[in-house]
T-cell receptor, first 116, second 114 residues
């Protein structure tokens, strides 16, 4: 079974630009969650999508948004990039999602975003 | 606000030493608990998880963790580490309430000296 894939793996942008990251979950998984990982901060939860609906949201500004398509693939968009947005962005997929009781999330390799 | 605390940011051990990484969380309700590992250059992998039942859970590669509800702790242990255990270890807590989230500790970087 193929794992979670994320594209692109690396991205360099400048302040003020916008960026779109993509995540393809494991086949059959309907939930995709997004996280921001920075050194010393661990992972910060951005949002979760389940069956094309945003189900949970973390404490990030509105510049961070996402969507999920009918095939469960998800995209995350960051508008008006700031230097502090430089991070590794991870997506994770699972069948039932964060409300799924005994569900487990499987992570992709991440997209390394550098904002100059 | 809910939080997860990992006591040590960096741990250096020699091969064959015993390992215990601390994890404490602040949340009074029902939780699911996880330990993930990130080997150098690789993505996060699940080591073990606790949902209910026996508070001592065993994971992959000889790791185990014990859930102590009264101490809000979920410490990771391994009796004898190997050089290949060099990695970053993350504790995560899923809160089972109206705002389901996976809250993460800041991680512990473990270096095993051969």
């Amino acid at each position: 079974k193929a794992g979670v894939t994320q594209t692109p793996r690396y991205l360099i942008k400048t302040r003020g630009q916008q960026v779109t990251l993509s995540c393809s979950p494991i086949s059959g998984h309907r939930s995709v969650s997004w996280y921001q990982q920075t050194p010393g901060q661990g992972l910060q939860f951005l949002f979760e999508y389940f069956s094309e609906t945003q189900r949970n949201k973390g404490n990030f500004p509105g510049r961070f948004s996402g969507r999920q398509f009918s095939n469960s693939r998800s995209e995350m968009n960051v508008s008006t990039l700031e230097l502090g947005d430089s991070a590794l962005y991870l997506c994770a997929s699972s069948f039932f999602g964060l409300q799924g009781g005994t569900d487990t999330q499987y992570f992709g390799p991440g997209t390394r975003l550098t904002v100059l | 606000a809910q939080s997860v605390s990992q006591h040590n940011h960096h741990v250096i051990l020699s091969e064959a030493a015993s390992l215990e990484l601390g994890c404490n969380y602040s949340y009074g309700g029902t939780v699911n608990l996880f330990w993930y590992v990130q080997y150098p250059g690789q993505h996060l992998q699940l080591l073990l998880k606790y949902f209910s039942g026996d508070p001592l859970v065993k994971g992959i590669k000889g790791f185990e963790a014990e859930f102590i509800k009264s101490k809000f702790s979920f410490n990771l242990r391994k009796p004898s580490v190997q050089w290949s255990d060099t990695a970053e270890y993350f504790c995560a807590v899923r809160t089972m309430d109206s705002n389901y989230q996976l809250i993460w500790g800041a991680g512990t970087k473990l270096i095993i000296k051969p």
